[in-house]
């Protein structure tokens, strides 16, 4: 495989079950994203990783819960979500930032997620 | 807060027209900016990326940046009915624009 693949693609939960998105990446980049979009809004930047490390979190509530076990590997851990948490979620991957700072992401396919 | 803002179009052009899509940001260390294409329901993807004052072709792409007026533009050279989707303006801290949604008629 190539590229970066998340799964599941869709998931409905439901507000007390706990759940786990997975996304892997084969690009041998070193800096991990987590993005939320929801209809008509901007693309929300969650979470940053480089090298595993957790760079930038965006105040996110925290039952959202991200864990990066390495450079290849993130994942989103959901927690007694809400209905307004429903949203397509996407993982990117990209080189860390150097003297250009990051650069070009390539992102999964998302994972739609629908909280009921 | 750091921005990016995109007119959110629509913006809607015939079949073989020029497209032009702009954004503007705000931070002015900002270095890279990249543009994706959206379709609906699919993940962005990467078309253009531009690093430099002046104009980079690439195709019927040409992604134009300045600095100084902190604007970067995309424009689509005869637009076809499947350039049709949402264009999101990125920049290197990884944040986007909420992107303008493009329809060419046939």
């Known amino acids: 495989e190539t590229g970066v693949t998340q799964t599941p693609r869709h998931l409905v939960m439901g507000m007390t079950n706990k759940k786990s998105l997975k996304c892997e990446q084969h690009l041998g980049h070193n800096a991990m994203y987590w993005y939320k979009q929801s209809a008509k809004k901007p693309l929300e930047l969650m979470f940053v990783y480089n090298f595993k490390e957790q760079t930038e979190n965006n105040s996110v509530p925290s039952r959202f819960s991200p864990e990066c076990p390495n450079s290849s590997h993130l994942f989103l851990h959901l927690h007694t979500l809400q209905p307004e948490d429903s949203a397509l979620y996407l993982c990117?991957?990209?080189?860390?930032?150097?003297?250009?700072?990051?650069?070009?992401?390539?992102f999964g396919q998302g994972t739609r997620l629908t909280v009921v | 807060q750091k921005e990016v803002e995109q007119n959110s179009g629509p913006l809607s052009v015939p079949e073989g027209a020029i497209a032009s899509l702009n954004c503007t940001y705000s931070?002015?260390?900002?270095?890279?900016f990249f543009w994706y294409r959206q379709y609906s329901g699919k993940s962005p993807e990467l078309i253009m990326s531009i690093y430099s004052n002046g104009d980079k072709e690439d195709g019927r792409f040409t992604a134009q940046l300045n600095k100084a007026s902190q604007y970067v533009s995309l424009l689509i050279r005869d637009s076809q009915p499947s350039d049709s989707a949402t264009y999101l303006c990125g920049l290197n801290d990884m944040r986007f624009g909420a992107g303008t949604r493009l329809t060419v008629k046939p």
């Open positions: 990117a991957s990209s080189h860390p930032a150097g003297r250009r700072g990051n650069t070009e992401a390539f």
């Open positions: 931070d002015r260390g900002s270095q890279s």
